[in-house]
């Protein structure tokens, strides 16, 4: 096996488990929200606060990546988060829960920018996105489990024990990433030349940070954050409010929630099957319309299934509009960090922290927004509407995002020595 492979298991190893302490709280919500007394404003404001806060901390996190490399960055968010997926666990109140809430998502932010990061430096450009999205597609595989593995734990001891539990998963996971990673093929012993010569470096000698003052003036950056900002405003719902809708919503009983785990596999799909179709499509039509079809495709596709999901009056028919809903914003996923490093390779941590800073931006936004209209409205399903005219915005963004026009003048330069197969 090439060693780039195996760096990808660790990095698939991270994703599950992060998304499974990541999607514990939505599948245990209806049980907090009961023994703690919180309303469903407040419950947006609980699971909203863990996105506002990986929003603020997104950008640096992904830029200490790029400067002193994912191995030291990724042991410190993983360490971070678990630590705090267990005191979730210990909350006893309202306020305590949102500060557990606000340092779990100020700990875990820079992950996918520093997996992101990782792969730019051990993958040739060509192979990029199907690394992604195998990282992606992990991702899910960990929400699917979520509901799988919370539900038996809580019926037997409680929601609390399940954070507990959980929280122990990341401690394996850094001991073996800081003990077997280094952050180039080069500091890895054993690595053939060949392997290094096929993935070239897009980690310079001397570090240079992101020169944000001309960064922030490219319009492409901008459509890209706010295409970001559009689709993960509908995606944030799953890892949010989903279950709780299942229930409140739709009439779904807890033992039902097993079903919940659909949107998740679908998801893992469009995650993988976009990672593989958005390179194919690169080689095809070239890197412009290979990513922009992707991106179309993914939000469009999205956009319809959920409006399906507001208007069918059947609850298992709804839960299959949103499952594939869900499917069409992870299609988009590994499309959108590849694009990060093909418009800047040497600062790939840094432009996709900006691009998921976005996105955590939509993920605050429609946590708070749900909540307050489902209160205002009385009903769970209206409040999906914003989230389809904010996967309509997506795709117009797509549609202005050129992949080949470098972030940085020098990135021209730099792109043709990291993007040979």
């Not at 280094?182 to 310079?204: F, H, K, L, N």
């Not at 319309?289 to 609850?315: D, E, H, Y």
């Not at 839960?319 to 299609?331: A, C, K, M």
């Not at 499309?335 to 390779?345: G, S």
């Amino acid at each position: 096996m090439r060693y780039r492979y195996r760096v990808l298991v660790l990095l698939v190893l991270l994703a599950v488990i992060m998304y499974l302490d990541r999607a514990l709280i939505a599948v245990a919500g209806p049980r907090m929200q009961q023994e703690l007394g919180i309303s469903p404003n407040r419950w947006g404001w609980v699971v909203g606060i863990f996105a506002l806060a990986y929003a603020a901390f997104e950008i640096p996190s992904g830029a200490l990546g790029d400067r002193y490399g994912p191995r030291q960055v990724l042991t410190r968010i993983a360490l971070w988060w678990s630590a705090f997926t267990a005191f979730t666990g210990l909350a006893s109140n309202y306020w305590l829960l949102l500060a557990i809430r606000f340092s779990f998502g100020a700990g875990e932010a820079g992950a996918y920018p520093n997996i992101a990061a990782s792969i730019s430096r051990w993958f040739p450009r060509v192979e990029r996105a199907q690394a992604l999205g195998t990282v992606l597609m992990a991702s899910q595989i960990g929400g699917a489990l979520t509901p799988l593995l919370v539900l038996p734990i809580q019926a037997t001891y409680g929601w609390r024990a399940s954070f507990y539990v959980f929280g122990g998963f990341g401690i394996i996971w850094v001991a073996i990433w800081h003990w077997y990673y280094r952050d180039t093929p080069a500091e890895m012993p054993g690595v053939p030349q060949s392997e290094i010569e096929e993935v070239g470096s897009a980690a310079p000698q001397r570090h240079e940070p992101l020169p944000w003052g001309i960064a922030l003036r490219s319009t492409n950056l901008w459509c890209l954050m706010l295409m970001a900002l559009g689709y993960f405003y509908a995606a944030y719902f799953f890892l949010s409010w989903f279950q709780t809708y299942l229930i409140k919503g739709r009439g779904f009983s807890e033992q039902q929630l097993v079903l919940s785990t659909l949107p998740f596999v679908l998801g893992a799909c469009g995650n993988l099957a976009g990672g593989f179709a958005s390179d194919a499509l690169v080689r095809t039509y070239g890197v412009k319309r290979g990513r922009r079809t992707m991106g179309v495709t993914g939000a469009g596709l999205s956009a319809f299934a959920m409006t399906g999901a507001m208007l069918t009056p059947n609850k298992f028919l709804a839960l299959i509009f949103l499952s594939i809903s869900y499917l069409g914003v992870t299609i988009i996923q590994p499309t959108a960090f590849a694009v990060c490093l093909d418009i800047a390779p040497r600062h790939g941590g840094a432009v996709a922290g900006a691009m998921n800073t976005a996105a955590q931006v939509g993920a605050f936004l429609s946590s708070i927004v749900y909540g307050y209209l489902v209160t205002l409205t009385g009903s769970y399903d209206l409040p999906l509407l914003p989230m389809v005219a904010m996967l309509a915005f997506s795709a117009l963004m797509w549609l202005k995002i050129d992949p080949t026009e470098p972030l940085i003048a020098r990135d021209a330069l730099d792109r043709r020595f990291v993007s040979s197969p």
